[in-house]
């Protein structure tokens, strides 16, 4: 019976060992390379620039709503968890993450540059997406490039280039600036010869052109989308001038891109292979040994957000008088100490807006360090008493029932310590 139950205890307890680095598993990207210059990341209202070779930008954590802006010469390679989707971020790009899925999409925004993308397979139900000025670009599992770049040696708007390198990707025109909806325009868009044609409203203004059907592609194929010179309100004819219309910047208002199929460029293909991914996704269980601190800068970051948004609520009035007093008493915050002010966090830091919330953050805490013993002690007994169960009677020569009494021993004080010690931990630390 005491044998039966120490084997119980021992598969328990190893199962605990595999899954526990699972446990509270979130959505995040990670940066696994970077070379260049400078990056800047703006989160939370807070811009934060890094410079590669002097800062840890390695195992940095990006999360949803972040806008990263990589400088000349920089590129970035970051890793969407849990899955092994990774994005490679280049030179002189500014990217948003809007959103990332469990199983590896999720949906970004180009605002400007050049990104490549290796997708594994997603569901339908949460697509990878990247939404450009021009353009969005969805797939399910392959490897694409999106670019929204101005063509060298151009003066007019950037235009905006989808191009495959495995699998497919479907591109669609995004709804063009200045768009009207239909009910609006005068029109009446159950006229086929009043909605669609490109001709006049009874207003006499230009009609807006369709909007192009959505186009997929395969491997070593590309698409190109530019937006059409505005025409002369006298000839007819285009302008030329380099992407302005009614005021607007970019795309022109309310005209639709044409997208132009074909192969992929020589300049695309030769800019990827000198700049192709230089690491390898890393396994999601093998994600904390890569990087120890990750977990921690995330919850650091996170706090800060969270704190910011609160200091925000105090600014705005959003609370009650009384709530308003008790608040302005907790971020009444001491000076920090000598210890705090050589501890860095090294992700990112509301500090330039916020300075007096840093110690805050920072502040030693004696329930989490007891937290941190427990859980340590419940995991050094556990795994004693796994070697016990295992080669206790090998090694101390002992009689089968007495080691059978020492594992069960070591696996209770070890349940004792971990459902007291992680609980402990976890309160200490989450907002």
Known sequence: MKTHLVRVMTALFLLFLTVSPLV??????????????????????????????????????????????????????????????????????????????????????????????KVERVGSADPFQIRGRQAVAGVRGTDFGFDYVVERGSFTNPVTQVYCF???????????????????????????????????????????????????????????LRTPAPQSPASGEETGEPGI?????????????????????????SFWQENNFKTQPVDVEKINQEFPQLKVKILQARREIQLAAERRALQQGDLTPEELQNRVKELELPEPSFADTITSLPVVSIESVYPEIQPRILQRNPGRTA??????AGAFSGISGII???????????????????????FAGAGVSLAVGLPLYFINILP
């Open 24 to 117: 509270g598993e979130d959505v995040f990207g990670v940066i696994l390379y970077a070379d260049g210059s400078e990056i800047s990341i703006f989160r939370n209202g807070s811009l934060r620039t890094y410079d590669v070779f002097a800062d840890d930008v390695i195992g940095m954590p990006l999360l949803e709503g972040d806008l990263v802006q990589t400088e000349n010469g920089t590129f970035l390679e970051v890793q969407l968890l849990p899955s092994r989707s990774t994005l490679k971020i280049a030179e002189n790009t500014s990217f948003q993450i809007q959103q990332i899925a469990q199983n590896g999409g999720g949906n970004f925004d180009l605002l400007y540059g050049r990104v490549r993308a």
């Open 388 to 410: 016990v169960a295992l080669w206790g009677q090998q090694i101390f020569e002992t009689p089968g029932n007495i080691v059978d009494d020492i594992s069960i021993g070591l």
């Open 245 to 269: 219309s009614g005021g607007q910047v970019g795309t022109q208002a309310g005209r639709s891109p044409v997208i132009q199929q074909s192969g992929i460029e020589t300049a695309i293909n």
């Open 371 to 376: 937290g941190v013993i427990l859980t340590g």
């Open 166 to 224: 495995e699998g497919s990707v479907e591109v669609e025109a995004a709804e063009p600036d200045g768009a009207e909806d239909p009910g609006e325009s005068g029109t009446d868009p159950a006229d086929p010869d009043a909605a669609g044609q490109g001709g006049q409203e009874p207003g006499g203004q230009p009609q807006a052109a369709p909007t192009p059907q959505p186009v997929r592609i395969s491997a070593n194929q590309m698409v190109s």
